[in-house]
């Protein structure tokens, strides 16, 4: 059942590259959970936001930006049209049934998917991403300097995150008025703009994984649809409410599959989709909550 | 004397269901009131319609201005409401908990994080610790020392003696009287324990059906025969 001959140097190329779509996985997981912890629905919008986004970033280096002026702005431009998309579109269903909120993501898709076909037009085209596309000698095994870019811009971005959560005033009322919204507004949390400012970190979190994956995907439209599908498992795979378990299931993935693809003949390219599909599930029959899903301990 | 929180004619309703039909009272500079009433008397909701937790109608007038009904307003006011089931974060860190009390002010949290711990030492000993796995006092105190963060001019405490050992109940209630003498802090407190309340009251309002019945200093209360009867029981 294996595919030709097996070495130790493929092999660790191999868990680079798994690694590098993981991050990617990893990243786009984390927008969704941010958006699931705060509104309990999941943005079917979130692969559509990036692509446009990752858009207006070729755009900007069409019109002589380079690559890390432009990251910045194009952050800038994803928070603002991630807050404002909560503002506008999200806020007059947000105490609606979760359903609704998920019908008017799916239309959100659809929408940006067509403005991207309108300003842009379809078919796809190379996008110069930031890193060298040669290799580097890791330990006497050739690695990819655009693999090893595309991880550590992605643990950076989370690392960031993570103490941002943690030791900010503004993450910890981010993450009280996802808890708990009345007693967060009790303490003087203004809970609609933490709502708001969740879906602008989770359209940032996007833009760079658009950022990082369209060199390697090419840009069209359709870009992040399957990154999309592959990032909702990861985020079911780690639970649902936790933002490491989304990084760390993005990373568990984003590996398996690629070594699956490699060296387990039937799976190849084609059954990628479904065997990762297959492994959540199993994952879930014996951990229902994902492997890092919170089981709330509370003492009455 | 001013009063520092008045309601006048307070109306709230939960969706059909009127709850207050039009209650008036008032919190002094440094006073506990207490309000006593039935189980459904509307002593709960009187706390929600100052925090603008419930639908409301009627003047409230808080230092001096109106409030709005905006509970992130309220709170930036001066105004900590402790409410029924503590609205504790229990999947956060007692710690953190205390962290979100402050989050209206700015600047240091060391001063105001001492002296919640003057007042109780256990929670610094479990300010690693998760909130849901605090005991029901622990929680408790919690709540208080939250509130306490935000250094408030009136803290809103609704139940505080709920499914508490009476010792807690007691240490509870001593550091309420500490607070109000050394921070000059303002308490309106509702209780189902009503020789408790009158106990550290100075004043009292009696609710029956979203209606101020009886009102007054609580020596008065404590020796009128409908309050003796149908709250003190003897």
């Given at each position: 059942m294996l595919l030709g001959a097996f070495t130790w140097t493929e092999f660790a190329q191999q868990i680079v590259s798994g690694l590098r779509d993981g991050a990617i996985y990893g990243g786009l997981a984390l927008a969704l959970v941010i958006i699931y912890r705060s509104?309990?629905?999941?943005?079917?919008a979130q692969g559509e936001m990036a692509t446009f986004t990752t858009f207006i970033a070729w755009s900007l280096m069409n019109h002589g930006f380079s690559f890390w002026t432009a990251f910045p702005l194009v952050l800038a431009i994803a928070f603002s049209g991630g807050v404002a998309i909560e503002r506008l579109i999200i806020r007059p269903v947000?105490?609606?049934?979760?359903i609704t909120i998920v019908i008017v993501t799916l239309g959100l898709a659809v929408l940006l998917n067509g403005l991207m076909s309108l300003i842009w037009g379809g078919g796809n085209r190379p996008f110069n991403g930031p890193f060298s596309t040669r290799t580097i000698d890791v330990g006497g095994v050739p690695i990819s300097v655009q693999d090893i870019g595309i991880v550590a811009v992605s643990f950076a971005l989370v690392a960031l995150l993570a103490l941002f959560f943690r030791f900010t005033k503004l993450g910890l009322g981010l993450r009280a008025a996802a808890l708990n919204r009345q007693s967060s507004e009790l303490v003087g949390v203004r809970v609609g703009w933490m709502l708001a400012f969740g879906w602008g970190l989770a359209a940032v979190l996007g833009a760079v994984a658009g950022m990082m994956v369209a060199p390697v995907?090419?840009?069209?439209?359709?870009?992040?649809q399957t990154v999309l599908l592959y990032a909702f498992a990861a985020a079911v795979l780690g639970g649902l409410d936790s933002p490491l378990g989304a990084v760390i299931g993005g990373l568990l993935l984003g590996v398996t599959i690629t070594l699956l693809g490699r060296y387990v003949g039937f799976v190849g390219q084609a059954l990628k989709l479904p065997t990762a599909l297959l492994l959540i599930l199993l994952v879930l029959l014996v951990k229902p909550n994902g492997l890092f899903g919170r089981v709330a301990v509370r003492r009455v | 004397m001013s009063a520092l929180l008045k309601l006048e004619g307070v109306e709230a309703s939960y969706g059909p269901v009127k709850a207050l039909h039009g209650v008036s009272l008032e919190v002094g500079n440094g006073e506990l009131v207490a309000v006593l009433g039935a189980n459904g008397a509307g002593k709960t909701t009187t706390l929600r319609a100052v925090s603008g937790t419930v639908r409301r109608s009627g003047d409230i007038t808080f230092n001096g201005s109106k409030l709005r009904r905006r509970p992130d307003t309220v709170a930036r006011a001066g105004i900590a409401h402790v409410p029924e089931g503590r609205?504790?974060?229990?999947?956060?860190?007692v710690w953190e908990n205390l962290r979100l009390g402050a989050y209206t002010r700015r600047g240091n949290l060391t001063e105001g994080a001492q002296r919640v711990f003057k007042y109780f030492p256990r929670l610094e000993e479990r300010k690693?610790?998760?909130?849901?796995?605090?005991?029901g006092g622990e929680q408790q105190m919690l709540a208080l020392g939250r509130a306490m963060m935000a250094r408030p001019k009136l803290v809103l405490l609704d139940?505080?003696?709920?499914?508490?050992?009476p010792m807690l109940v007691q240490e509870i209630f001593d550091a309420l009287d500490k607070m109000r003498g050394e921070d000059g802090m303002s308490v309106l407190v509702v209780e189902q324990n009503a020789s408790l309340a009158l106990a550290h009251a100075a004043r009292a309002y009696v609710l029956e059906v979203g209606r101020v019945v009886l009102s007054g200093p609580s020596d008065e209360l404590r020796a009128d025969e409908s309050v003796r009867r149908s709250y003190l029981g003897y």
């Open positions: 509104t309990r629905a999941i943005n079917f947000e105490n609606g049934p979760v995907l090419f840009l069209d439209p359709n870009m992040m | 609205g504790t974060f229990s999947e956060l860190s690693g610790q998760q909130a849901g796995t605090l005991s139940e505080p003696s709920l499914g508490l050992a």
